[in-house]
């Protein structure tokens, strides 16, 4: 099945650049990154997609590359108003991955249906070395789902691309780190 909404043209990545510039999503200072790496520059994606224009964009830009799959999924926290916007732009459904299943209850790993053998597109907000999204997708295929691509709002340029490529999946970012650094030059 292909997304059934028509995102439209969606903004360029020149645009996209200016979006989470003007948002304040690029930060500088002493981080701690989700990977545990240390970094003088912080990559927050939801300072822009707080903001319900700037979500529509990144929606726009996202479900613009979607592509013939059966259903979408994202990692809690970051990549949820993504998701469900794309979600909301395309007509798929969706899936919350949680990053530890519940301790009560169903004790499940993840929120929505994994049909085995769907296709599903993950959804990322930042990557950096992949971690988060390898796990991401460790999840969906022992559920039975088949994932080949992950959409990510931002890409570091620290390894996830190749760390993803290991497990078979295609890492296409909207925007790349050295984008955001050259255009805030």
Known sequence: MVGGG???NGPTTGELVRLLLDSGAVRFGDFT???GQK???YIDVKRAWTDPKRLDALASALARRVGSVD???GMELGAVPLVVAVALKTGLPYVVLRKAAKEHGTRQAFE???PAGSRVLLIEDTSTT???SVRSIEILR???AVVERALVVVDREAGAREHLAQVGVALEPLVAL???LGARR
Request: no cysteine; hydrophobic share 40%; proline share 4%.
């Open 6 to 8: 028509s995102p439209g």
């Open 33 to 35: 990154l989700a990977s």
């Open 39 to 41: 970094s003088d520059l």
């Open 71 to 73: 259903r979408l999924a």
């Open 112 to 114: 929505g249906e994994v």
């Open 130 to 132: 992949g971690g988060s």
């Open 142 to 144: 022992a559920a039975g």
């Open 178 to 180: 050295s984008e955001l």
